[in-house]
């Protein structure tokens, strides 16, 4: 968790939407996810010492316990961009959301999951990630009033927002153990 929040403190447009999100003064930081934020971040900022999570981890309605366990950082990213989002929709004149710093700065961010499986290094992985796949066979698009169609599928890059997160797909899913198993790949390292 400290590593995702230390990433996010680091993009200026993710810290500047966070200070910007609207609490009051009777928000209680271990009840508030954006005020613990704010304040997380602020210590960040100002502080000569290091700084805990306590009431961040208290504002998910975690106790002691859940803050030792290990949690999965996408899911805990995604949770807390929701959550953040969610608190940003202030009036029903003005929308704030994770995708906006102020009502004329726009700020977008994408999360892209990269398979790390067979991929010498990042350009691999983004080959595989917009890589067509073609529908045809037994696998054909169904296509509303047109039936079954033969069509190529895949992903598309025209531009990268100011803010892109890589998450490398570091576990998949063993059927025959029927389990969640690490992706380990001898003698290659993601660069």
């Known amino acids: 968790m400290n590593s995702l929040l230390l990433t996010l403190y680091h993009i200026p447009y993710f810290r500047k939407a966070v200070y910007h999100m609207p609490t009051t003064e009777n928000d209680n930081p271990s009840g508030s ?72 700065t726009q700020f977008e961010l994408l999360v892209v ?5 067979g991929c010498k290094d990042i350009y691999a992985s983004f080959d595989k990630y917009v890589e067509v796949e073609r529908l045809e066979g037994d696998n054909k698009y169904h296509a509303e009033q047109h039936g079954l169609q033969d069509a190529r599928k895949g992903v598309l890059f025209i531009d ?3 803010v892109l ?3 490398l797909k570091r576990f998949e899913y ?12 001898q003698g290659q390292r993601i660069k």
């Open 33 to 104: 996810i954006p005020l613990a934020l704010q304040s997380l971040f602020y210590k960040l900022q100002y502080s000569d010492t290091s700084v805990a999570t306590k009431e961040l981890t208290k504002s998910f309605g975690w106790d002691t316990y859940d803050s030792f366990m290990q949690h999965n950082i996408q899911e805990l990213n995604r949770v807390l961009c929701e959550k953040l989002e969610d608190k940003m929709k202030i009036t029903s004149q003005q929308e704030w959301n994770i995708s906006t710093v102020s009502p004329y």
């Open 113 to 117: 999951m990269l398979d790390m499986k």
């Open 160 to 162: 990268f927002p100011p």
């Open 174 to 185: 063993d059927f025959v153990r029927d389990t969640m198993v690490k992706v380990t790949v």
């Open 165 to 167: 997160q890589l998450q």
